[in-house]
Structures are given as structure tokens and as C-alpha cells.
């Protein structure tokens, strides 16, 4: 997967930008606040249809303009692909080759890009939202169903606890509730079944990645914990049925809450390195280490899954890795991953992969391209 051309009209502080890429590693240079996460965010906003950044698409639009628009031209394996999003404070209109998306589940997944921020540390050490968060954004790129079941759920939950503060004030809400937990189990079953999947070959591919780093010295592994007494070796069928049982059973504590207390939405991943959790008791070089072996699994993951490899995007991400680290990254994605990199500058950078890039000045919301 290669992205040949962006362009950016009244997005963030870009007037208007049409930058032409015919590089494997491309450097974004300049000094903070001019742009430059910006043009990697506008990559990801393509691929996602949203920013990793906000969820406030207005944020994104220039100020005082009306409007935002973000184009790409890529080329897949299978022929070259045309998107493009138009953002306004109304809502968001996208479209490939020109055709415009009935629904964001439908666009999503027309290419492919792994973003890796110095803020993904968070993903190990951060609250459980944001691993939900990295779970649902990652398979929602390599499966349309998921970001269609997903989404189904998440609406469900807020009719679902719109109905339990209504039981609260005494309002007859019982029969509904129960149709709520019917729908709920179905989706919750479906969404667990892509989890576990995914987390299957997310370990998989991270043990691997992780024993290179530490050359063998540690071990990874991952445990996903769910609110519901669902396992990976259950059918989809008995996962529905054992989720219902459960829904049924702390009703009248979910109605005393006044919310949802079970389900994919309250679940939680755990990292290990040699049995020992990562989040309480690592050290900050294994925090990095797990964050990195991570993204470099979602690549693989990736590829396997759509049988080319995604677009890798690198906000300031090598300034937080020591030597070792940024060694092993640019290694793994030497002639394989087309990558974009934000930095201030390109001294230290000495590393082979880094030496064939193209340069790209961003100053003030313009770019330029070193000759």
C-alpha cells in the first residue's frame, strides 16, 4: 500500500496543501506547532474517518472557514484508490473513487494506516478505554462486520441505560428492558467473538516481535477480561446465550445503578512480560518495549488479514525510543512499510532507513520539499 498524493484544503492551519510522494519513508521537519502532526493526522482521518486526536470533526476545519476537505491517492494491489472526506459542523461526507458512502462502516478499511504516538504508551499504562478504544479502531480497519456490530452496540448501551434511569424513577420499562438484553447478548457475542480472535493473533504476533527486542530475554502475553462469562472456546451461539443468562441475573443491580455494568463496553486487556503485569509492576523501558511490540504486531496483523501492508504513521515517536528501539522499528519496516515520520529535525538521525527519505519542510502551514 502506497500513498502517492494528499491534498488538504481549510484543514487545521492549512490553506491549501497538494503534497506528491514517491518515497518509502517520508520526513515531515520543523519546529513544533507548524503542522506537522497535522499532515500525519490528515493520513489517519483518510484511513479512520476520524482523528486520533479529537472527536470533534469541527476542530479539524480551519478557523472561521465553513469547511474542510482531505483527498488521497493510493495504490493497492488491487489497482489505485481515490478518497476523499469533506468535513462540515453538520456532519461528514466520504467517498471512494469519486462514489460517495452510505455509511462510515462501508469507507473504513479502503486503506490501511497504524498510527504510533508517543501517547500510545498510554495503551499499557493508561485507563481501560483507551485499550477498548485501540481494539475497536484496529479491527474495525480489517473487518467491516465488527465496525458494523460495534456500532450497533454502542447505540444499544445508551438506549439501554436511558431505559434503566427510567426504571429508577418507576416508569414501566420492564418488557423493554428485556428485548434490550436480547439485542445486547447478540451483539456482545458477536463483538467477542472478533476479540478474542483478534487478541489471538495480536499475542501471536507480539511474543514474536517482543523476544526479538529483548533477544529472548522476556516473554509477552495477553489476557483479555471480560464482564461477561464468556470464553474464546464458546460458539457464538452459546456466548449469546451465556451473556442473556447474565444480563438477566443483575438486572436489579443494573437498575439500581442506573447503567450497564456487563459487556465488551466495560471489558479490559492485560499485558504480562514473564507473568508479571506490565501495567503495575514494569519498569518504563517495558512499557515501551510492549507499546512498540504492539504496533509492530498490528502491522503484521494487518497484512496477513488484507494481504498488504498498511501505511505507518510516526508522530515524534523516535525521540521517545533509545537506540536499540528505533533500531529494531526502522528494521522492521525497511522496504516493506511506506512510513511517515514527524521530527524537528534531522540531526541524530543516522540510521540507514532514515538517510533514503524524502524531506518535507512544514513552517506555518506550508511544505517544501528538500531537492
Same mark, same amino acid.
Given at each position: ?65 465553513p ?10 494491489r ?11 459542523s ?11 458512502q ?55 448501551? #445508551?438506549?439501554?441505560? /436511558? +431505559?434503566? =434511569?427510567? @426504571?429508577?424513577?418507576?416508569?414501566? !420499562?420492564? $418488557?423493554? *428492558?428485556?428485548?434490550?438484553?436480547? #439485542?445486547?447478548?447478540? /451483539? +456482545?457475542? =458477536?463483538? @467477542?467473538?472478533?476479540?478474542?480472535? !483478534?487478541? $489471538?493473533? *495480536?499475542?501471536?504476533?507480539?511474543q ?9 530475554r522476556?516473554?509477552?502475553t495477553?489476557?483479555?477480561e ?36 456487563a ?8 499485558f ?57 522499528l526502522?528494521?522492521?519496516?525497511k ?5 511517515f ?29 528538500d531537492?
Amino acid at each position: 500500500m502506497i500513498l502517492k498524493e494528499l491534498e488538504l484544503a481549510q484543514y487545521r492551519n492549512f490553506e491549501r496543501v497538494q503534497v506528491h510522494f514517491d518515497a518509502p519513508i517520508v520526513l515531515f521537519v520543523g519546529p513544533n506547532a507548524q503542522g506537522k502532526t497535522n499532515m500525519l493526522e490528515s493520513i489517519y482521518v483518510l484511513a479512520m474517518a476520524k482523528s486520533h486526536r479529537t472527536s470533534k470533526d469541527k476542530e479539524l476545519i480551519k478557523w472561521e472557514e465553513p469547511f474542510a476537505r482531505l483527498s488521497c491517492r493510493a495504490d493497492r494491489r488491487t489497482g489505485p484508490v481515490h478518497l476523499d472526506i469533506q468535513l462540515t459542523s453538520k456532519g461528514k461526507k466520504a467517498k471512494i473513487n469519486q462514489l460517495e458512502q452510505r455509511r462510515l462502516s462501508d469507507y473504513i478499511g479502503a486503506i490501511n494506516a497504524v498510527m504510533f504516538a508517543p501517547e500510545d504508551l498510554s495503551i499499557v499504562k493508561g485507563s481501560p478505554v483507551i485499550r477498548r478504544r485501540f481494539l475497536d479502531m484496529e479491527i474495525g480497519q480489517v473487518s467491516k462486520s465488527y465496525l458494523y456490530h460495534i456500532l450497533q452496540y454502542q447505540k444499544l448501551i #445508551q438506549q439501554r441505560n /436511558l +431505559a434503566m =434511569k427510567e @426504571l429508577q424513577m418507576g416508569k414501566p !420499562f420492564g $418488557d423493554m *428492558l428485556d428485548i434490550y438484553n436480547a #439485542q445486547m447478548a447478540h /451483539l +456482545a457475542a =458477536k463483538v @467477542l467473538n472478533k476479540r478474542f480472535g !483478534f487478541m $489471538d493473533k *495480536l499475542e501471536r504476533w507480539g511474543q514474536e516481535i517482543h523476544a526479538q527486542i529483548t533477544q529472548g530475554r522476556e516473554t509477552l502475553t495477553l489476557s483479555y477480561e471480560s464482564t461477561l462469562p464468556v470464553t474464546p472456546d464458546m460458539s457464538e451461539s452459546e456466548a449469546e446465550e451465556a451473556a442473556y443468562r447474565h444480563l438477566t441475573s443483575i438486572k436489579d443491580r443494573e437498575i439500581a445503578r442506573g447503567t450497564s455494568l456487563a459487556g465488551p463496553h466495560r471489558d479490559d486487556i492485560h499485558f504480562f512480560i514473564n507473568g508479571t503485569s506490565v501495567h503495575q509492576y514494569g519498569s518504563q523501558g517495558q512499557q515501551r518495549t510492549t507499546a512498540l511490540s504492539l504496533k509492530l504486531a498490528e502491522i503484521e496483523l494487518i497484512h496477513q488479514e488484507v494481504g498488504e501492508y498498511p501505511l505507518l504513521l510516526l508522530d515524534d515517536v523516535l525521540s521517545e525510543l533509545d537506540a536499540d528501539r528505533q533500531s529494531h522499528l526502522l528494521h522492521n519496516i525497511k522496504d516493506r512499510v511506506q512510513t511517515f515520520v514527524t521530527t524537528t529535525g534531522v540531526e541524530g538521525l543516522y540510521h540507514q532507513t532514515l538517510q533514503q527519505a524524502a524531506i518535507y519542510r512544514v513552517k506555518q502551514g506550508t511544505i517544501t520539499r528538500d531537492i
